[in-house]
């Protein structure tokens, strides 16, 4: 994150050639929107004087005083690299506010530095590094996209197998261009699904960076003839897209959930933290697991987590406890899939972490065990709970948890809750190929 002054963006503007500004901000579903101003704008921009008609844009709550400012982040000032090289495009991404000029509350962005504030209050700054895996896919004849790939490259395998692999070459390239510092980059398990991780930094930072690595890949995909695509379950019969959220605390500069002592390297803070993820998190998969297809990820058979359990060792747990040499103990945070509005997720993480701080929750014992292969009712005999099964569940497990609305505030999770249910009830109504092939012969 720079520290840009105005000054400083007005004479790079200038030196670089930028004709065009995007202003960029996301909605309550995680879909990244945008006006694009003349670089003659720029000034206006930057004394917050940029208005949108929010009434038509879905996501937003709908009044008769619709008008929005958007306020740019001088910090996120940055040159697209895939734009032209002369007449270039920079972009911002900005905070909403309202003609009063208070800020608009059911902003993710503003969720999350909310919540964000409130750790800072406490002494504690979230370091996230999300895991977004994607798959790429051929177009048709009208550059439509499809879920077909002639590859069949599987985890970590390289050209020529990887046919992917240029595409995601020219995708670290711009982002580092961007400078993102980029970690690693590889195949995932599926034919055609790829991962590329970037390195730790504080939550809201992160999430910027999520809606701006979402647009890049998708932007060089298509350079590639290819189509990027974050829906968490493309295919049937293949693994799913994740974004796993790899997480700790820094407090006085050190990361709090390390601990020498203990056998796993967690202290009793990381400990702690994870026992509020786990007392929330059927509240919180409505919004990392957001879309009817997401579920179809977390089915049982393809490593996503489908219980409620942590482990040092198990791939398929929701959520692992990891430590690695010279960076202490993390958890990684399985459940949440690429569909997820990455400022939500995080705003959601941090808070149920700290409610568990705050209350001094413990832990369940560590799952060392395969339950892979028990029933839902074997489960339930030896304690073992389940995430919600589908987008109507998770909707009412959302209801439930008082921290999701204090998290949220009481217009989003309204608002929130009436789409997705308009969504699931959309679905509902559908009778899919699956359908007519089991019962229009036989039944």
């Given at each position: ?47 917050n004087r940029c208005v949108i008609d929010a009434s038509s844009i879905g996501g937003f709550i709908r009044n008769e005083e619709a008008d929005m400012y958007l306020h740019p982040d001088l910090s ?32 993710p962005r503003f969720i999350l530095n909310r919540v964000a504030a409130k750790a800072a209050e406490m002494g504690y700054s979230l370091m996230v590094n999300p895991e977004c895996e994607f798959f ?308």
């Open positions: 994150m720079q520290n840009y002054t105005r000054e400083a963006i007005l004479r790079m503007a200038e030196e670089e050639d930028v004709e065009f500004i995007r202003l960029q901000f996301t909605d309550m579903f995680g879909t990244l929107k945008n006006i694009a101003i003349p670089s003659s704008k720029l000034e206006k921009a930057m004394d996120t000032f940055t040159i697209l690299p895939w734009r032209p090289q002369q007449g270039k495009v920079a972009r911002f991404i900005c905070d909403i506010y309202q003609e009063d000029g208070t800020p608009y509350k059911e902003s790429l896919f051929h177009t048709d004849d009208n550059g439509m996209p499809t879920t077909t790939t002639h590859e069949k490259a599987g985890y970590m395998d390289l050209s020529p197998v990887d046919l992917g692999e240029n595409a995601r070459r020219d995708m670290v390239l711009t982002l580092e261009e961007m400078g993102y510092e980029i970690e690693s980059s590889h195949h995932e398990i599926a034919p055609g699904q790829h991962e590329i991780d970037f390195q730790f930094s504080d939550a809201p930072e992160t999430a910027d960076k999520v809606m701006t690595f979402k647009v890049a890949v998708r932007t060089i995909a298509k350079r590639h003839g290819l189509h990027a695509t974050f829906m968490p379950k493309p295919k049937a019969g293949v693994n799913g897209s994740g974004m796993h959220v790899n997480m700790y605390l820094m407090k006085d500069g050190k990361n709090i959930f390390s601990d020498p002592s203990d056998d796993l390297g967690l202290s009793r803070e990381g400990y702690s933290f994870l026992a509020g993820i786990f007392a929330h998190i059927k509240g919180m998969t409505a919004l990392c697991n957001p879309l009817v297809n997401s579920y179809k990820r977390l089915a049982p058979g393809f490593e996503a987590p489908s219980d409620i359990t942590w482990s040092s060792r198990q791939r398929t747990a929701l959520v692992r406890v990891q430590t690695q040499r010279n960076e202490g103990a993390r958890l990684e945070l399985r459940s949440p899939d690429s569909s997820a509005n990455p400022y939500l997720v995080f705003a959601l993480c941090l808070a149920a972490g700290l409610d568990g701080i705050e209350k001094n929750l413990q832990a369940p014992k560590e799952l060392k065990e395969n339950i892979r292969k028990l029933s839902r009712e074997e489960k339930e005999n030896a304690g073992i709970d389940t995430l919600p099964e589908n987008l109507s569940e998770a909707l009412e497990e959302f209801q439930k948890d008082p921290l999701m609305r204090a998290v949220l505030g009481d217009t989003f999770t309204k608002c929130y809750v009436k789409a997705k249910r308009k969504e699931w009830e959309s679905y509902m109504e559908q009778v899919s190929e699956w359908e007519i092939e089991q019962y229009l012969y036989r039944v």
